[in-house]
């Protein structure tokens, strides 16, 4: 032996180590204004009820103009954060999905994290549209399994009002503004579990907002057929995946982009309307951040099991989708 092995440690091999992330604090932040469908209506020139048939939105809430979105995106930020009881100089990361950030540059995700008061925290925006929530959950998950974070704060905000055509009957009823957002630590109380996200972009040109009018452009028809299907395949991925059924689960959320489209994916997956949150009627479609409001109104509601399964799913621009389990108590 040289004098050199001397010198040298035995490698140790780590034990590997597998921590699940979970969701430790939940909060949610809506505009105080407003706007109910029968305005809208007598706008557009169509009755009331030809848009509630259509969309299940009896009024929406809107910022009003100068108002910030970062401002609604703190507002749930800190909700969630003293419903986790976490001080916000303990994250390590604030990511924020968001289509409608207040500029181009910067993110709105570092202006949240001064805000807060998180200076030691990264912090990126996800444009994703629709799916954008699902996909602040992954990344913030990684980040507390991998071990590279230990408190991961998520949201979703947008101001959909801003890019509405307000004069297009087709689309000037759908579009609310709102945030959610969670906490994740590795202890948290209702577990991430099996999840999959995935982008399809065909017929992506079917719901735009493109860098001429800045609008929303869609067509309706399609992303109906391409929303319920794609929903319902993610849905059945993520459960075969984990071993389960549709019967192991007691509450779907899905995005909220139309009545129609949850009651149909609903019927899809044969489950009674009391298993799947509906809570358009009151917000609209608040894009990303409609899960996170959703699932709030459900525990709002007191819906959320105290031991058992939720399933997340959403559909939207690109065509990206996705389904992420959640398991709470004895199912995680």
Do not use: Y
């Amino acid at each position: 032996m040289s004098s050199l092995d001397l010198l040298v440690e035995p490698a140790v091999t780590p034990v590997p180590r597998h921590r699940a992330a979970g969701i430790a604090g939940m909060g949610t932040a809506l505009p105080a204004a407003a706007v109910e469908t029968t305005d809208i209506a007598a706008h557009v020139g169509v009755e009331p009820e030809w848009i509630l048939r259509r969309t299940g939105i009896a009024s929406r809430r809107r910022l009003p103009a100068g108002a910030r979105l970062t401002d609604l995106a703190i507002d749930a930020a800190q909700t969630a954060l003293d419903d986790a009881r976490v001080d916000a100089a303990a994250l390590d990361a604030v990511l924020v999905a968001t289509a409608t950030a207040d500029e181009i540059m910067p993110a709105a995700a570092p202006l949240v994290a001064h805000a807060l008061g998180a200076g030691r925290a990264m912090a990126w925006d996800v444009n994703l549209a629709c799916t954008g929530f699902l996909a602040v959950l992954e990344q913030g998950a990684a980040l507390i399994e991998s071990g590279r974070a230990d408190t991961v704060l998520v949201i979703a905000a947008e101001a959909l009002s801003r890019v509405t055509d307000h004069d297009d009957r087709k689309t000037a009823a759908l579009f609310g503004d709102g945030a959610g957002a969670m906490v994740l630590t590795a202890d948290g109380a209702l577990c991430l579990g099996r999840s999959v996200l995935r982008a399809d972009g065909t017929d992506a040109d079917a719901l735009t907002i493109d860098h001429a009018d800045r609008l929303v452009r869609m067509d309706g028809q399609l992303v109906f057929q391409r929303a319920v299907a794609a929903m319902e395949r993610c849905c059945r991925e993520v459960l075969a995946g984990a071993g389960l059924t549709v019967a192991d689960v007691d509450l779907v959320v899905p995005h909220q982009a139309n009545a129609r489209i949850t009651a149909a994916l609903a019927e899809r997956l044969e489950l009674p309307v009391e298993r799947v949150v509906d809570a358009i009627a009151g917000h609209g479609n608040t894009g990303a951040a409609s899960i996170p409001l959703a699932l709030e109104l459900a525990r709002v509601e007191g819906r959320l099991p105290e031991v058992g399964r939720i399933l997340l799913t959403a559909f939207g621009a690109g065509f990206a989708s996705g389904a992420v389990l959640l398991e709470i108590g004895e199912a995680a």
